[in-house]
């Protein structure tokens, strides 16, 4: 188990994150006990690498000469984005994440030395395990086949770990479907929906002017939809830039803000509707869910048939649109990856939505 350490203060953005107060906030973690910093190099990750975070890396030079590599995970200083990580408790639920469930998971997670999370002042750190020699797809251009292949393998055993386990009961901060938080995603939807489709209408297929209304009018509903049948714990932002290739076949996950209970198959239709092109999803789509399965039935789910993985992921892909809608409308607009990302999403999913039908599934 991580051993945690108290921090002397949480920063409120990435200039309060000195070498004085990293120095002294490692200090006393057993890691940095045994073998002390030297010395440290900061510097800032990339606008837009983080929708909903600040980031820094970290060079930590030890005192034997070795090197640790770490990223300092910060709340977002966008406002708008700020607002729909403290509304839907995206930090929270991120920081007993890390502390509560990422040893009971059978997939790597980045190893945490601190992850706390203060409500009052709405400030978030967490200081983790750096894999910045591992390969990271670019959702915008979009992963291969061997990548999403190598992703919904390792998917499975996530799915499978608390399968029909009602995991929300026991952690009352753990999002669901019918929990307090979920409730206000069909009001958010409705006033974001208009904005997203003016913003990103040349991103889009045609169809979504017509489904995304359409959505956001049964979104109430489609939230009991997703409550019943079997459940079970999924990441919630299962994209590729929060995905690691090792050099030698490892795998990690990180990012787990989004994290929550739902029916089975959303994550499997998040990676493929807005991860991987329109075309090769239309490809290796029904080979990538009979694989799902096999590797659903090796870690032990052996009732869960092709007909209801297909029923789960249309109904997913309705769900999935509230990420782009609302997201795609808070965005920074001035930020030019921010912008290219959403619109990816966005296109790809509505394709997706359209190709499946998924309009077929909205309750009444």
Not at 89 to 104: H, I, P
Not at 112 to 136: C, G, N, T
Not at 330 to 348: I, K, T, Y
Request: charged fraction near 20%; charge should be negative.
């Amino acid at each position: 188990m991580s051993i945690l350490v108290e921090p002397q203060h949480l920063p409120a953005n990435r200039a309060e994150v000195t070498e004085a107060w990293l120095r002294s906030t490692l200090a006393t973690h057993p890691t940095f006990a045994a073998d002390p910093i030297e010395s440290l190099e900061l510097h800032n990750l990339g606008d837009g690498m983080g929708q909903l975070s600040e980031l820094i890396a970290v060079a930590v030079h030890c005192e034997s000469g070795e090197t640790r590599d770490l990223v300092i995970k910060l709340h977002t200083e966008v406002p708008s984005m700020h607002a729909i990580a403290m509304r839907y408790r995206y930090y929270e639920s991120e920081t007993n994440f890390y502390n509560l469930l990422a040893e009971r998971i059978p997939m790597r997670t980045p190893r945490i030395y601190l992850a706390q999370f203060d409500p009052d002042q709405e400030r978030v750190l967490a200081i983790m395990e750096s894999f910045k020699d591992w390969h990271s797809p670019d959702q915008i251009t979009g992963a291969t086949l061997d990548e999403v292949t190598t992703a919904v393998s390792h998917l499975a055993g996530l799915t499978a770990a608390f399968w029909n386990v009602s995991l929300h009961e026991t952690h009352d901060w753990l999002n669901h479907p019918t929990s307090d938080t979920y409730a206000l995603v069909p009001a958010h939807y409705a006033a974001t929906v208009d904005a997203f489709l003016e913003q990103f209408s040349a991103a889009l297929p045609a169809s979504a002017r017509q489904a995304a209304p359409a959505i956001s009018r049964n979104f109430s509903a489609l939230l009991g939809e997703l409550s019943e049948g079997p459940q079970a714990l999924a990441h919630g932002d299962y994209r590729v830039e929060n995905l690691f290739y090792g050099p030698t076949d490892e795998f990690a996950v990180i990012d787990w803000q989004l994290m929550m209970t739902t029916r089975p198959g959303f994550d499997l239709a998040y990676l493929l509707s807005t991860n991987i092109d329109t075309a090769l999803r239309r490809q290796a789509e029904g080979e990538l869910m009979d694989r799902y399965l096999d590797a659903l039935a090796r870690h032990g789910v052996q009732d869960y048939s092709r007909g209801e993985l297909e029923s789960d992921y249309r109904l997913a892909l309705l769900d999935i649109s509230r990420i782009p809608v609302i997201g795609g409308a808070s965005c920074d607009m001035s930020n030019e990856r921010s912008v290219a990302l959403f619109s990816a999403m966005g296109s790809r999913l509505f394709q997706a939505i359209e190709d499946w039908d998924a309009l077929s599934m909205l309750p009444g």
